[in-house]
């Protein structure tokens, strides 16, 4: 009972399960809303948890950053990077496995950039990961001679790419697609780490208080670059899954998803402003933020009043947040001239 009152007072759990809260919401309203009654079907549940599990990775990378007081806008130029390189190289007729691997050599080496950027040389991190960025869609133009790749069945064969397709895209296990059991095999890892590890107090620490945070003896240059190696890792993976789904690789893939993780992190109560927020957050986040469009898709709502809707819950998360914490402030502020 103790673990569990601990568990409902950990930071960042009111907003999440607000999150939570909301999420069933919107998908029972959009259940009813539904002309044809399809929003409930197991086909169209089954596709829901799919398109959100790629939110939810680029949203636990970019909850890492937000965590930190740091934001990365370089996540969507990994992700089609690590498509395009994987994808690339499997045309060339490249095992699958190396292919990956290469891909996820360059992708970790763009994050660890990024945090010795950020973290050691203290750059800005929205000029730091602007210009990696750009760096990240240049190589995703150039691998392949600025254009799109062939399907990767054309160097690998058939029965290679099918595998490839079929266990981080179009198979499933237990009724499930694959897609979502790779991002909640993930999200369950970074859980931990975040919630449970040295390395995520360090994390929360340097957004909570940097200067604090120096001086309890944390390596924020340390701390802040395995947060954007984790945020790249999470693109890498993210890159993957839309090779499979395209079956080949397109140098605009993953474009605005920097943009997808800070709406998945922030709908979910994780803090811009640094040392709030949990991934459980995320995880409701991205839930929402997929059930959003699904279900404005599903009652035949234009493209633009979707992203309307979208984007006027994201700045009002972000607002709650900002004025919550402009009082938590001003009342521990009082308290203590009292």
């Known amino acids: 009972m103790d673990k569990l009152k601990r568990f409902f007072k950990a930071r960042g759990m009111g907003p999440a399960l607000t999150a939570f809260a909301g999420l069933l919401i919107i998908f029972v309203a959009f259940g009813i809303l539904d002309p044809n009654n399809k929003f409930f079907s197991m ?50 007729g490249v095992n699958p496995v190396l292919a990956m691997l290469v891909a996820m050599a360059c992708c970790m080496a763009i994050g660890a950039v ?14 730091a990961t ?41 198979g499933k296990t237990f009724g499930v697609y694959n897609t979502f059991w790779i991002a909640i095999a993930l999200f369950v890892l970074f859980f931990f780490l975040l919630s449970k590890t040295r390395m995520g107090r360090h994390i929360y620490a340097i957004g909570s208080n940097l200067d604090a945070a120096k001086l309890s003896g944390v390596n924020v240059g340390a701390a802040t670059t395995k947060a954007y190696l984790v945020s790249a890792f999470c693109s890498f993976a993210v890159g993957l899954i839309l090779c499979a789904q ?76 900002v004025v919550f914490r402009g009082r938590k402030f001003r009342w521990a502020g009082s308290a203590k001239k009292d």
């Open 114 to 127: 990024n945090g010795v950027l950020v973290g050691k040389f203290r750059l800005p991190p929205f000029i």
């Open 43 to 92: 086909q169209n549940i089954a596709n829901l948890l799919r398109s959100m599990s790629k939110y939810l990775l680029v949203g636990i990378g970019q909850s890492f950053i937000l965590i930190t007081g740091n934001i990365d806008l370089s996540i969507g130029s990994v992700v089609g990077m690590s498509a395009m390189i994987s994808a690339t190289l499997m045309t060339m």
């Open 246 to 321: 395209a079956g080949m690789g397109n140098m605009e893939a993953g474009t605005m998803y920097e943009m997808y993780g800070v709406a998945a992190g922030v709908i979910g109560g994780v803090s811009p402003l640094g040392g709030t927020g949990i991934l459980l957050g995320t995880l409701a986040g991205s839930a929402v933020w997929q059930t959003l469009e699904n279900g404005l898709n599903m009652i035949g709502a234009q493209v633009g009043i979707q992203r309307l809707v979208i984007g006027v819950i994201v700045v009002a998360s972000v607002l709650i947040e």
């Open 130 to 170: 602007l210009g990696t960025m750009f760096v990240a869609r240049g190589a995703a133009y150039i691998v392949n001679g600025n254009r799109n790749t062939d399907a990767i069945a054309s160097g690998i064969g058939k029965a290679s790419a099918d595998k490839i397709q079929s266990f981080f895209y179009y």
